[in-house]
């Protein structure tokens, strides 16, 4: 993994965890590799990797079983507000965008839904 | 309901800065005003107090001729201390501190009439923690092979070749020094996976190094030393979270006052 090292790399490999969980390369239940296993794969210490997990799982994003691992979450509500938050961001920076190009809010939500619209009449020619 | 997590959770990140786990386990070095001097103009290591648990790899860096190999030596017990005291694992100076520690030294040591497999039998005789099915796996993965001479071998090659043989002990302590400076970037990014992936839990790797910046998400903790003396202990990942810089820009800002 590629790290700006200016800042915690622990908080990077969690942001990273959190896309792959949104993203649905890590599914609810999931099993996260051992740790050092993962922590050689991203080139940082194993101290650094386990600050990530602990940041993850007081999100309740994984959790522990003693016996058998760590895994991803399987509450479907909670990965569905991870999904939402990190929408929200791209979402904003959207809505700016548009206000500082002299959008009105009627005219953005128009152009949200024709396009909208174009799009899934699009996905279902294919 | 956001909200109230965000609190809870800056409270909680406040407390984990800067601690590191396993606080409580024994220390693998101890120095107390440990003194080393080449010569009277010319002093190696100066008052060294050193308390470092196992569970981390911790970095030394400083220019030339700051002390690390001198450090190095004296913690392997290649040097004798003139004044001060080591403890490694609990153990004084001596075959039983020998044998908890696996040393790499700066300068290559293996004569070069040798094969790699070679080395393996010496090594499997004189060490009774080496585990030549490591160095095996080592070898394929940093891809030598084991009928090699080193007199054929690249200074980059021999430096895979000795990290791997000193990581394929089980020791309490790794000392590598300037383990990766002939490594090319391909294979320097699998031998740190290597160091990473077989220390042992409890194991301290202390690793010098001039490349900062390669190697700087490898390092739990950093030593700076200057003229001797350990100026500075520092948390990697304290001094990006408190000062927003890397390792290797702090580096540069330490030395600009010296």
Sequence with gaps: ?126 | MIGNNNAAGESKKKRRDGTLPSGNAPPVIETENLCFTYAADRPGLIQANLCLRGGRIIGLAGPNGSGKTTLMKLLAGMLQPQSGRIRISGHAPGPEAKACTAYLPDRSFMANWMRIDDLFYFYEHFFADFERRKAEDFMKLLKLREDRRLRDMSQGEKERLAVALTMSRRVKLYLLDEPIAAVDPVMRELVFESIIRDVPEDALVLMSTHLLAEAETLMDQVIFMQHGEIIRIADSETLRLTEGQSVEQYYKGVYAWY
């Design chain 1, 1 to 126: 993994m590629q790290f700006d090292t200016n800042r915690a790399l622990y908080l990077q490999i969690a942001e990273e965890l959190r896309r792959r969980i949104v993203s649905g390369r890590l599914k609810p239940g999931d099993r996260i590799m051992p740790v050092r296993q993962l922590a050689a794969e991203l080139g940082v210490t194993p101290n650094t990797l386990q600050r990530a997990f602990q940041e993850l799982e007081r999100e309740d994003l994984l959790y522990t079983d003693r016996t058998s691992g760590r895994f991803v979450s399987e509450d479907k509500e909670k990965i569905q507000n991870l999904k939402r938050e990190s929408i929200m961001e791209s979402l904003d920076e959207f809505i700016t965008t548009m206000l500082q190009a002299g959008f009105g809010p009627e005219e953005i939500l128009k152009l949200v839904s024709e396009r909208l619209e174009r799009r899934m009449s699009d996905d279902r020619k294919q």
